[in-house]
């Protein structure tokens, strides 16, 4: 049973789906039909407590409410960046703590989710892999990161980029999508939500095959050994062996699609630029190579230095040149603008470490002098 706070036994609602609603509701002693209305109160109404479930009896709220909680945590800290971003941080199950990230952006406004506290890939560019595996979110855990958002009610889009690997968590990410995705949910257009990933072997299928969501791949580096180097990932599962997998998947299409019905899922691949590691032509070409025949898109991406390594982000000319030469060669790039750096909300800046060992010296006991 996944807990709404650390101690407390009670279910969480937020992530479960209409039948392990209903089965809470009949255990609750209301009828059937409550699931769906304790749905409705959840993901179109966004209530905060049982209390608030009025066309529920008050008898069956009360018994409800001693078995369950809606799991609505709010945030506990808010730092906001000259250029408007947000970041955000909220607690997790197990007295843990994620980093949400709120980018507006004109009539678009995007919030980076988290799916793990730390992460396990160990990428040499990135504060996450540096504070270690930690825990995996619950569902509840990463959709409260949008159902506690104070401008949630802004948000257009939905990306899985925060703390964490989300194959590393692919049952509660999915659920997730599902959630947000699903007509008893939030009812979103899956076009509006992309899922990131280094690639992971086991967990990579699911991702294409369960959900309709955009995918993006996170490969900064063309060549094996050199990816090696920046992503452990690599070693596991090339990504020379993930580009085939995806050969065999219909994504965007940026020319008409022959039946005249365009696809809906998009594809894009991740690409930190740096200097004199994947910036040169000969980069360029092996990515047109790795990519031949997908129809993708490559983002471009500066890096933002982090303590510890010998990483160093590529000039603004070099990284221009690489977009001008992949897209001449008609391989769509962009280069991404960097956001939210002043507050460490940048790609690959995220990380609770501190947040985390704060925790633990607040729970252990006091030594006697």
């Not at 039909?33 to 008898?59: E, P």
């Not at 949400?100 to 160990?122: E, H, N, Y």
């Not at 949910?185 to 967990?203: C, D, E, F, M, Q």
Request: hydrophobic share 40%; with cysteine.
């Amino acid at each position: 049973m996944e807990n709404a706070v650390s101690g407390d036994e009670r279910a969480v609602l937020l992530g479960m789906e209409p039948s392990e609603l209903q089965a809470v509701a009949q255990a609750a002693g209301l009828p059937p039909f409550a699931g769906r209305q304790v749905a409705q109160w959840i993901y179109a109404k966004h209530v905060t407590d049982v209390a608030q479930m009025t066309n529920l009896s008050k008898q069956g709220r009360a018994r409800l409410a001693e078995m369950a909680t809606v799991g609505c945590r709010p945030p506990l800290e808010r730092h906001e960046s000259v250029d408007g971003t947000v970041k955000y941080l909220f607690p997790a199950a197990g007295g843990h703590y994620v980093e949400t990230v709120f980018i507006p952006d004109g009539r678009r406004a995007t919030l980076c989710v988290s799916c793990q506290v730390g992460c396990k890939m160990g990428c040499a560019f990135c504060m996450t892999g540096r504070q270690g595996f930690v825990a995996s979110l619950t569902a509840a855990d990463i959709l409260n990161q949008i159902y506690s958002l104070p401008e949630r009610d802004r948000l257009t889009n939905i990306v899985f980029m925060g703390q964490g690997e989300p194959l590393d968590n692919v049952d509660n990410v999915l659920r997730a999508a599902r959630v947000l995705t699903a007509s008893w949910g939030y009812a979103w257009s899956p076009k509006r939500i992309t899922i990131s990933t280094v690639g992971l072997r086991k967990n990579f299928r699911r991702l294409l095959d369960e959900t309709s969501c955009h995918v993006a791949v996170s490969l900064h580096h063309p060549l094996h050994e050199g990816r090696a180097a920046l992503m452990p990932a690599e070693r596991a599962w090339p990504v020379a062996e993930l580009t085939d997998v995806l050969r065999g998947y219909d994504f965007c299409r940026r020319a008409p699609h022959p039946t005249g019905q365009p696809k809906q899922r998009r594809l894009s691949f991740e690409y930190i630029v740096f200097d004199g590691v994947n910036d040169t032509l000969r980069h360029a070409d092996a990515l047109l190579s790795l990519l031949h025949g997908l129809d993708c898109r490559v983002n471009l991406i500066r890096f933002h230095a982090i303590p510890g390594t010998a990483l160093r982000g590529a000039p603004e000319s070099r990284m221009l040149r690489l977009r001008d030469y992949l897209t001449a060669h008609g391989l769509f790039t962009t280069l991404r603008a960097s956001r939210g750096e002043d507050i460490m909300a940048a790609c690959g800046l995220l990380s609770t470490a501190h947040a985390e060992e704060e925790a633990r010296r607040e729970a252990a006991p006091e030594v006697e002098k």
